[in-house]
Nanobody
Framework: QVQLVESGGGLVQPGGSLRLSCVAS????????MRWYRQAPGKERETVAF????????TYADSVKGRFTISRDNAKSTVYLQMNSLKPEDTAVYYC?????????WGQGTQVTVSS
Protein backbone atom coordinates (compact mmCIF):
# COMPACT_ATOMS: atom_id res chain seq x y z
CA GLN A 1 0.00 0.00 0.00
CA VAL A 2 1.49 3.29 -1.14
CA GLN A 3 1.85 5.89 1.61
CA LEU A 4 3.17 9.42 1.30
CA VAL A 5 3.54 11.58 4.40
CA GLU A 6 4.43 15.26 3.99
CA SER A 7 5.77 17.50 6.73
CA GLY A 8 7.64 20.75 7.23
CA GLY A 9 4.98 23.29 6.41
CA GLY A 10 4.15 26.29 8.56
CA LEU A 11 3.83 30.04 8.76
CA VAL A 12 6.76 32.04 7.43
CA GLN A 13 7.36 35.69 6.62
CA PRO A 14 7.93 36.83 3.03
CA GLY A 15 11.55 36.20 2.09
CA GLY A 16 11.82 33.29 4.49
CA SER A 17 12.59 29.63 3.88
CA LEU A 18 11.04 26.25 4.59
CA ARG A 19 12.04 22.70 3.76
CA LEU A 20 9.29 20.22 3.08
CA SER A 21 9.78 16.47 3.38
CA CYS A 22 7.77 13.58 2.01
CA VAL A 23 8.45 10.11 3.38
CA ALA A 24 7.29 7.30 1.10
CA SER A 25 6.53 3.66 1.80
CA UNK A 26 4.81 0.69 0.18
CA UNK A 27 6.82 0.69 -3.04
CA UNK A 28 10.42 0.70 -4.26
CA UNK A 29 11.08 4.41 -3.92
CA UNK A 30 14.32 4.45 -5.93
CA UNK A 31 12.52 3.19 -9.04
CA UNK A 32 10.16 6.13 -9.42
CA UNK A 33 10.19 9.79 -10.27
CA MET A 34 8.50 12.08 -7.75
CA ARG A 35 6.65 15.37 -7.96
CA TRP A 36 5.61 18.16 -5.65
CA TYR A 37 2.31 19.90 -6.31
CA ARG A 38 0.52 22.73 -4.56
CA GLN A 39 -3.04 23.97 -4.34
CA ALA A 40 -3.97 27.45 -3.25
CA PRO A 41 -7.50 28.30 -2.07
CA GLY A 42 -9.85 28.57 -5.01
CA LYS A 43 -7.22 27.44 -7.50
CA GLU A 44 -6.41 24.21 -9.30
CA ARG A 45 -3.63 21.96 -8.10
CA GLU A 46 -0.42 22.74 -9.99
CA THR A 47 2.90 21.02 -10.47
CA VAL A 48 5.74 22.69 -8.61
CA ALA A 49 8.72 20.43 -9.19
CA PHE A 50 9.77 17.07 -10.62
CA UNK A 51 12.72 14.82 -9.90
CA UNK A 52 13.71 11.67 -11.74
CA UNK A 53 14.37 8.40 -9.94
CA UNK A 54 18.14 8.95 -9.84
CA UNK A 55 17.97 12.74 -9.34
CA UNK A 56 19.53 13.22 -12.77
CA UNK A 57 16.64 15.33 -14.01
CA UNK A 58 14.81 18.08 -12.16
CA THR A 59 12.27 20.52 -13.51
CA TYR A 60 10.38 23.41 -11.97
CA ALA A 61 7.37 25.57 -12.57
CA ASP A 62 8.39 28.98 -13.88
CA SER A 63 6.90 30.61 -10.79
CA VAL A 64 9.38 28.86 -8.45
CA LYS A 65 12.45 28.49 -10.66
CA GLY A 66 15.55 29.78 -8.92
CA ARG A 67 13.86 29.79 -5.51
CA PHE A 68 12.85 26.16 -4.91
CA THR A 69 15.03 23.05 -5.06
CA ILE A 70 13.75 19.49 -5.20
CA SER A 71 15.98 16.67 -4.01
CA ARG A 72 15.68 13.10 -2.81
CA ASP A 73 17.41 10.59 -0.59
CA ASN A 74 16.65 7.12 -1.93
CA ALA A 75 18.18 5.47 1.14
CA LYS A 76 15.59 7.25 3.28
CA SER A 77 12.73 7.00 0.75
CA THR A 78 12.29 10.74 1.13
CA VAL A 79 11.84 13.61 -1.29
CA TYR A 80 12.45 17.20 -0.22
CA LEU A 81 11.44 20.63 -1.38
CA GLN A 82 13.70 23.45 -0.22
CA MET A 83 11.81 26.72 -0.59
CA ASN A 84 13.70 30.00 -0.36
CA SER A 85 12.69 33.63 -0.91
CA LEU A 86 9.10 32.72 -0.20
CA LYS A 87 6.34 35.02 -1.43
CA PRO A 88 2.72 35.40 -0.30
CA GLU A 89 1.65 33.78 -3.58
CA ASP A 90 3.44 30.59 -2.51
CA THR A 91 0.76 30.10 0.14
CA ALA A 92 -0.88 26.74 -0.54
CA VAL A 93 -1.19 23.16 0.59
CA TYR A 94 1.80 21.26 -0.77
CA TYR A 95 1.52 17.61 -1.81
CA CYS A 96 4.00 15.03 -2.98
CA UNK A 97 2.90 12.67 -5.69
CA UNK A 98 3.87 9.47 -7.40
CA UNK A 99 2.26 7.74 -10.34
CA UNK A 100 2.37 3.94 -10.17
CA UNK A 101 0.64 1.81 -12.77
CA UNK A 102 -1.29 4.82 -14.01
CA UNK A 103 -2.60 5.61 -10.53
CA UNK A 104 -1.84 8.95 -8.91
CA UNK A 105 -0.99 8.63 -5.23
CA TRP A 106 -1.13 11.62 -2.89
CA GLY A 107 -0.16 12.41 0.65
CA GLN A 108 -2.33 14.39 3.03
CA GLY A 109 -0.51 17.61 2.23
CA THR A 110 1.25 20.19 4.37
CA GLN A 111 0.11 23.80 4.68
CA VAL A 112 2.53 26.58 3.79
CA THR A 113 1.45 30.12 4.66
CA VAL A 114 3.61 33.09 3.69
CA SER A 115 2.47 36.21 5.48
CA SER A 116 3.81 39.09 7.52
Amino acid sequence: QVQLVESGGGLVQPGGSLRLSCVASGFTFSNYAMRWYRQAPGKERETVAFISSTSGITTYADSVKGRFTISRDNAKSTVYLQMNSLKPEDTAVYYCNIVIGGNRNWGQGTQVTVSS
